[in-house]
């Protein structure tokens, strides 16, 4: 009872706790509250289970352990839940990227992933995406690296803004870089749960017309972040951070064309 009514007084206001923060609580007193469940149900059962003297012990080792995961590693605090949601986006970013990469054939690079299309042919038979889909696939890797280098803008814009709210503690200027860095991590929820959204429509045969909402999605939530980068915390931020951003920007709106434009001529050829 203590760890659920806990759980819900963390979404009062006067807790002061970010999304992040709550999400965490939630997932390991549910986990609390479900062993525990599981417990006290195989005591109130009338016939004894199976190996009787070994399940008890096990029922309440599960217990502790759910305990001991609450406490040594349920992230301390709003920033290292915020950091801790960042890390998990971009580690995500990278798997898809090496899945997808390995399965068009192509081999990470700094420049363009754009290949000819004699690659597509020689690639056709070792990926399982057709002649038409294997453009948009490329293109749709390329959101997909868009999207990584939007959760690392958003997490040197953290830092920066973070480091000025501590120089500003206790004053007006704090509590407003304080809901920039909310409304931030905000936007970069929405890009990287999109993400993983957009990778597992990639998968060969393609749902062209689910592909094509994803992308649309996908693209404007990107476009979404950095418009608010690069409008409302440009006077916040150092010049790298926002030469990046408009960077990203001006790539994330390149990559929806052409990925509309590969998906929208791979249709009419499978028509």
Known sequence: QLVATAALVIHSPEAGCATSTRKYVKQSSREIVATCQQLVELFLQKKPPARADQIPAQKTGAVWSACDRATSKLPKGNRNAM???????????KETLEEFQQLVGLEESSGDTDISFEEFLQNQNASGYSVQELPVATQSLALIKCSRGSINVTMQAADQLGKSAEKAVESERAEELLDFILQLHTLARTVGEGMTDLGACMYPPMELEELQEETISQSDAILSLHDYVLNTLEDHLNQETIELSSKIHAAAKKRKDNSIN???AAQQQQA
Request: hydrophobic share 55%; aromatic share 14%; net charge negative.
């Open 262 to 264: 590969a998906i929208q």
């Open 83 to 93: 950091w801790r949601d960042l890390l998990t986006w971009i580690v995500e970013c």
